[in-house]
């Protein structure tokens, strides 16, 4: 890739690194909070509010 | 028993707006938006890498181009997504505009902290350095800032409602900033180049350039569509575990251990 190899490399390393941290934490968060209603008992009503 | 297609209740787009209906919509989208944008990158990643040539002016480095625009895309569009929301909450007062307007920020962030970083690494070989003051890099540093800045709003102020009123009332005020970033390489002198994509008489970009360029942009695009949604639900998951534990709490039971840590 020439003489700016480097930066090239370095730019893209940074967006994986970037885009695989927000996946993983977004995965992690959802996998606790699930886990955690799980200790509640399922309810038959739905939400009214968020 | 969970709201599913087939019910009596009446068809309206506003039944997604539901918490509830939310959930069920969104578990079944994600796994094919995400499907979708893993695809349109994989093919926009090999077009920018072994089809698109090397800039006759910047050779190799125009590759960083692929990654920069769509993030720089995002992170206005990001924006401009949270403004609507914000309106969503402060004139309908929806509960789930608030939840996407949360789940938006820190996603905004990471996208304009990839612009950033992509921009520097692009500008220390083509400008020879890594950073100027000028108007277009600065109005993008604020905005970062911003979201950093909205990301601690919705951690400093306890009572959810209170704080999706605040930050929803800062997000407004600074929209100011979009059209101040979009504009800025016209309105001031700027090492920056002006827009060559999005512009009045059409692209100046060759089409060996420009449609790997569109194809990150739109699946980059469709994974943030895909992280939002994500994100999103996290929210309402996590408003949910909260309204439990303070109902549980007032019974005068013992809330479950886990329940605090992630409310």
Redesign the interface.
């Given at each position: 890739m020439g003489e700016h190899a480097g930066f090239i490399i370095a730019a893209y390393a940074v967006t994986v690194a970037v885009l695989l941290g927000v996946i993983g934490w977004t995965l992690f968060d959802h996998a606790r909070l699930k886990r955690a209603l799980q200790r509640f008992p399922a309810r038959g009503d739905m939400d009214g509010g968020a | 028993?969970?709201?599913a297609p087939g019910s009596n209740r009446r068809f309206s787009m506003l039944k997604y707006a539901?918490?509830?209906n939310f959930l069920w919509l969104a578990d079944r989208l994600i796994p094919w938006l995400g499907a979708a944008a893993a695809l349109v990158l994989a093919v926009g990643l090999y077009l920018a890498f072994f089809v698109a040539p090397?800039d006759y002016q910047q050779?190799?480095?125009v590759?960083?181009m692929f990654?920069?625009v769509p993030?720089a895309w995002l992170s206005m569009f990001c924006y401009g997504l949270m403004g609507l929301s914000a309106l969503g909450t402060l004139v309908w007062r929806h509960?789930?505009a608030?939840?996407a307007q949360q789940a938006a920020a820190?996603?905004g962030a990471?996208f304009t902290?990839?612009c950033l970083?992509?921009g520097s690494?692009?500008g220390?070989?083509m400008w020879g350095t890594w950073w100027v003051w000028d108007a277009r890099l600065t109005s993008v540093l604020v905005l970062f800032i911003i979201y950093l800045g909205l990301i601690a709003l919705w951690r400093t102020i306890e009572e959810p409602a209170l704080a999706g009123r605040a930050a929803a009332i800062l997000t407004l005020v600074g929209c100011v900033n979009l059209p101040i970033i979009k504009f800025s390489v016209d309105w001031w002198n700027t090492l920056h180049q002006p827009a060559s994509v999005f512009r009045l008489g059409g692209p100046t970009i060759h089409p060996s350039m420009l449609w790997p360029l569109l194809l990150m942009a739109l699946g980059a695009t469709l994974?943030f569509l895909t992280?939002h949604l994500?994100?999103t639900?996290?929210?309402?998951?996590?408003?949910?575990?909260r309204?439990?534990t303070i109902v549980?709490a007032q019974r005068g039971e013992r809330a479950?251990?886990?329940?605090g840590?992630?409310?």
């Amino acid at each position: 890739m020439g003489e700016h190899a480097g930066f090239i490399i370095a730019a893209y390393a940074v967006t994986v690194a970037v885009l695989l941290g927000v996946i993983g934490w977004t995965l992690f968060d959802h996998a606790r909070l699930k886990r955690a209603l799980q200790r509640f008992p399922a309810r038959g009503d739905m939400d009214g509010g968020a | 028993m969970p709201w599913a297609p087939g019910s009596n209740r009446r068809f309206s787009m506003l039944k997604y707006a539901n918490p509830a209906n939310f959930l069920w919509l969104a578990d079944r989208l994600i796994p094919w938006l995400g499907a979708a944008a893993a695809l349109v990158l994989a093919v926009g990643l090999y077009l920018a890498f072994f089809v698109a040539p090397a800039d006759y002016q910047q050779g190799e480095t125009v590759r960083i181009m692929f990654i920069h625009v769509p993030a720089a895309w995002l992170s206005m569009f990001c924006y401009g997504l949270m403004g609507l929301s914000a309106l969503g909450t402060l004139v309908w007062r929806h509960p789930l505009a608030d939840a996407a307007q949360q789940a938006a920020a820190p996603l905004g962030a990471a996208f304009t902290f990839i612009c950033l970083v992509t921009g520097s690494l692009w500008g220390k070989p083509m400008w020879g350095t890594w950073w100027v003051w000028d108007a277009r890099l600065t109005s993008v540093l604020v905005l970062f800032i911003i979201y950093l800045g909205l990301i601690a709003l919705w951690r400093t102020i306890e009572e959810p409602a209170l704080a999706g009123r605040a930050a929803a009332i800062l997000t407004l005020v600074g929209c100011v900033n979009l059209p101040i970033i979009k504009f800025s390489v016209d309105w001031w002198n700027t090492l920056h180049q002006p827009a060559s994509v999005f512009r009045l008489g059409g692209p100046t970009i060759h089409p060996s350039m420009l449609w790997p360029l569109l194809l990150m942009a739109l699946g980059a695009t469709l994974l943030f569509l895909t992280l939002h949604l994500m994100a999103t639900r996290n929210e309402v998951l996590r408003r949910r575990l909260r309204r439990l534990t303070i109902v549980a709490a007032q019974r005068g039971e013992r809330a479950p251990l886990a329940a605090g840590k992630v409310a």
